[in-house]
Nanobody, 120 residues
Framework: QVQLVESGGGLVQAGGSLRLSCEVSGRIFRGDDITWYRQAPGSQRELVASITGGGRTNYSPSVRGRFTISRDNAENTVYLQMNSLKPEDTGVYYC??????????????WGQGTQVTVSS
């Protein structure tokens, strides 16, 4: 049922900024955890930033201080503001939602990704 759609990627020069959006179908439920991942060519997918249902955030050390994750529950959207971009930030960025409808069950949903390319 849950659909995630990322947008906002593009080509930017080093030092520039982009704001990624992840629209969640339906609504973001209480307790949902949203995480941005990225995957560079030839590399494994890595965690970039996350925000819990309670609003607690976590960042990869490589992006801390440059990226900001936030959410707008009214519009069912999660954002990733990326500033001071570096070439190593290049990759496909994916939005992930983790939902636990019961204590025993956890579901994970992924978007299709949005390409971010940072030139030197």
């Amino acid at each position: 049922q849950v659909q995630l759609v990322e947008s906002g990627g593009g080509l930017v020069q080093a030092g520039g900024s982009l704001r990624l959006s992840c629209e969640v179908s339906g609504r973001i439920f209480r307790g949902d955890d949203i995480t941005w991942y990225r995957q560079a060519p030839g590399s494994q997918r890595e965690l970039v930033a996350s925000i819990t249902g309670g609003g607690r955030t976590n960042y990869s050390p490589s992006v801390r201080g440059r990226f900001t994750i936030s959410r707008d529950n009214a519009e069912n959207t999660v954002y990733l503001q990326m500033n001071s971009l570096k070439p190593e930030d290049t990759g496909v960025y994916y939005c992930n939602l983790k939902r636990s409808p019961t204590v025993e069950r956890t579901m994970t949903f992924w978007g299709q990704g949005t390409q971010v390319t940072v030139s030197s």
